[in-house]
C-alpha cells in the first residue's frame, strides 16, 4: 500500500511539478513550448537568446533589480513593524493583548489587492484622510505600494517572531538584568539576537509574497518602474512571448531559491540556543506605566491602519458614487444586489474550485504526512522536497510553466477549469502536510499499532485511529489551503477560462477598470469567508504553528 501510494504521488508530482518547471526551463532556450508530454524535444533553434536579451533590454535586468530592492525595502519594513508589535504584545504590560494580538491578524484576511483599493480612497486625490487633513499620499507611486505590503505582510513577521520569543528563556534576560543591564541593552543584546531564527522565517517569507505579489503593484506601481513579475506577466498576456516570460520567470524561481538558500547558511553558521532551555517561569514583562502607554498609543496607530481600510471597503461596497468634491459617499445596496444576483456566479465559481481542490489537498497532504513521519525509505527526503518546492514559487512563474506544459495535446489543459484545480492542488497542498505533520508529530504510534495487533486492517486504522487523531491538523490545514486559493489571483488570472473566473481575479479585474465600488463590493464578501475561516483557524489554536 505505501509503495502504490507513493508511486502515485510520485506520478502526480513529476507531471504536474517536474514536467512544468522543465518546460518552463527549456523554453528559456527554444523561444516556443516544448511538448515534452507529446514525446517531441526537436525544435526549431537552441540558443541563449533570451538569456542576452535579459543583459540587453532595460525593462528586463532593471525589472530584476527593481524587484529585489523593492521586496528588500517591504521585507525590512515588515520587520520592523512585525517584531515591535510582537515585542510589544510579549514583553510589555499592556491591556488586553489577546485582542490586540487578534486585531494584528486582520491584515491577514485583508489580501493586498483589497488594501491597495481601500488605499486609494483613503489617500488618493478625493480619498477621505486627504479632505479632512489635506495630506495627499499618492498611492500610485512605489512608496504607496511598498506600504500597501508592508501592512499586509508584517503580520507574518509578528507570528513567527512571536513564536521565536515563547520559546525564549526567561532566565537568560533575568540573568542580563542582574549582571546590570538596563531594559533597551537587554533587549538589544541579547533577546533580539536569540530572535534571529524567527524574524529571518518572517522575513523569508514575506520577501517571497512581495517578489512573487502580483495584483496590488499591477494596480499601484507606476508603469516606468518596472518589475520583473509584472514583465513576465506583460511578455505572455501580450504577444505571448514565450521565451522572455519563461526567462523571466526561471530567474524569479532561481532568486528566490538563491535567498532561501542564504537564509538558511546564516542560520547554520550561527547558534541561537540558549544554555538549559526554556524555564518554567512567566517571562519579566516592561511594567513602566507612561512607557506602556506610549507603545499601547503606537501599537494602536500601527493596527488601526488595516482596520480602517476594512471601514473604507465597507463604505465603498455601499457607494453609488464618491468624487472628489463629496467628503461622504452616496449610499446604496445596489453593488449588493448585483454581487449577490447576476453575478453571484463568480463567488459560487471560487468555492467550488476552492473546495474540490482542498478536498484533494487534505487527501495528498495526509498521505504525504503519514509517509513523512510513519514510514522509513529511501525516497521521503525528496518526497518532502518536492511537495515543499511550489511553496517558494512565485505564483506568476509556476502559472507560465503550466501554460508551457499543458498548451497543447495530450494534456491541453490551459484554459480549463481542471488545470486551476491543479495548481491550486500542488501550490497548496505543503499547508496540509505541515499542519497533519505537526499533528503527528504530537501523537506516538503506539494507537496505530494497538489497532493493528487487534486485527484492524491498514483502512480500518486510518480511518477509525489515524484520522481523529490528526484532524485538528487536517482542518488547520485545510482552512489555509482554502483561504490561499480563495484569494489567489496570479496563478487563477493566466491558467482560468473566463467562464469560471473566481471572485479574486473578478475583484482585480473590476478594480483594473476603475470599477472600485462593485470591486469592494465583492471584496467585502470574499472577506467574510475569510473572516469566517480564519475563526475557525483560530479556535483550533493552529495560527502560529502554520505561519511557523
Known amino acids: 500500500m505505501r509503495k502504490l501510494g507513493a508511486l502515485v504521488i510520485g506520478v502526480f508530482l513529476a507531471l504536474f511539478l517536474v514536467v512544468p518547471l522543465l518546460s518552463l526551463f527549456l523554453v528559456t532556450f527554444t523561444g516556443e513550448p516544448v511538448n515534452l508530454l507529446g514525446g517531441h524535444l526537436s525544435a526549431p533553434s537552441w540558443s541563449l537568446q533570451y538569456y542576452i536579451e535579459f543583459f540587453q533590454l532595460p525593462r528586463y535586468y532593471k525589472g530584476l533589480v527593481n524587484s529585489l530592492l523593492f521586496s528588500a525595502a517591504v521585507t525590512l519594513a515588515s520587520c520592523l513593524l512585525g517584531v515591535f508589535v510582537a515585542l510589544v504584545l510579549g514583553r510589555a504590560a499592556v491591556p488586553a493583548r489577546g485582542w490586540l494580538r487578534a486585531l494584528a491578524l486582520v491584515p491577514l484576511a485583508l489580501p493586498s489587492y483589497l488594501m491597495a483599493v481601500s488605499f486609494i480612497f483613503l489617500f488618493g486625490k478625493s480619498g477621505l484622510v ?11 507611486t512605489p512608496a504607496g505600494t511598498l506600504l500597501v505590503q508592508a501592512f499586509s505582510f508584517f503580520p507574518v513577521v509578528m507570528l513567527t517572531t512571536s513564536a521565536s520569543l515563547e520559546q525564549l528563556d526567561p532566565s537568560v534576560e533575568e540573568a542580563a538584568g542582574v549582571l546590570g543591564g538596563d531594559t533597551t541593552l537587554v533587549y538589544w543584546k541579547v533577546v533580539l539576537p536569540l530572535l534571529t531564527p524567527g524574524v529571518l522565517a518572517g522575513a523569508f517569507l514575506t520577501f517571497i509574497r512581495s517578489f512573487g505579489d502580483f495584483a ?94 476594512v471601514v473604507v471597503l465597507v463604505l465603498l461596497s455601499l457607494s453609488a458614487s464618491w468624487g472628489s468634491d463629496q467628503l461622504w459617499p452616496s449610499l446604496t445596496i445596489d453593488n449588493y444586489k448585483t454581487v449577490l444576483g447576476s453575478s453571484l456566479h463568480f463567488i459560487t465559481n471560487g468555492l467550488c474550485l476552492s473546495l474540490v481542490a482542498v478536498l484533494f489537498c487534505l487527501i495528498l497532504g495526509t498521505c504525504v504526512a503519514w509517509m513523512l513521519y510513519r514510514t522509513k525509505w529511501w525516497g521521503k527526503h ?86 481523529p487523531m490528526v484532524r485538528p491538523g487536517l482542518l488547520a490545514g485545510g482552512i489555509m489551503a482554502f483561504i490561499s486559493c480563495m484569494t489567489d489571483v496570479a496563478i487563477t488570472l493566466m491558467v482560468c477560462p473566463p467562464s469560471w473566473y473566481p471572485v479574486s481575479v473578478t475583484i482585480y479585474l473590476k478594480t483594473a477598470e476603475s470599477k472600485y465600488f462593485l470591486a469592494a463590493a465583492y471584496g467585502i464578501v470574499l472577506m467574510v469567508f475569510i473572516f469566517g475561516a480564519y475563526t475557525a483557524m483560530l479556535r483550533l489554536g493552529k495560527s502560529r504553528e502554520l505561519a511557523t
Not at 130 to 140: A, K, R, S
Not at 216 to 221: D, E, H, I, Q, S
Not at 398 to 417: D, E, G, K, R, W
Open 130 to 140: 486627504t479632505h479632512l487633513t489635506g495630506i495627499h499620499l499618492d498611492p500610485f
Open 382 to 467: 525528496l518526497l518532502d522536497t518536492l511537495v515543499l518546492i511550489p511553496f517558494i514559487l512565485p505564483g506568476t512563474a509556476f502559472a507560465i510553466a503550466l501554460v508551457t506544459a499543458f498548451n497543447q495535446p495530450p494534456l491541453a489543459l490551459h484554459l480549463t477549469a481542471q488545470l486551476v484545480i491543479i495548481a491550486y492542488i500542488v501550490t497548496r497542498t505543503p499547508y496540509a502536510v505541515r499542519s497533519v505533520t505537526a499533528s503527528l508529530s504530537q501523537v506516538g504510534s503506539s494507537m496505530e499499532e494497538a489497532s493493528s495487533t487487534l486485527g484492524g486492517t491498514g483502512s480500518l486504522t486510518a480511518l477509525k485511529v489515524l484520522l
Open 216 to 309: 496590488a503593484p499591477m494596480l499601484l506601481m507606476p508603469p516606468s518602474i518596472k518589475l520583473i513579475v509584472l514583465e513576465a506577466y506583460r511578455d505572455m498576456s501580450g504577444n505571448t512571448y514565450w521565451g522572455g516570460a519563461a526567462t523571466l520567470s526561471t530567474l524569479m524561481v532561481v532568486t528566490v531559491v538563491a535567498v532561501m538558500a542564504l537564509q538558511r547558511r546564516y542560520l547554520e553558521r550561527h547558534k541561537f540556543e540558549t544554555i538549559g532551555g526554556r524555564s518554567a517561569g512567566a517571562p519579566r514583562l516592561y511594567r513602566n506605566v507612561w512607557g506602556c502607554r506610549v507603545l499601547l498609543l503606537l501599537t494602536l496607530l500601527l493596527l488601526a491602519f488595516p482596520l480602517v481600510n
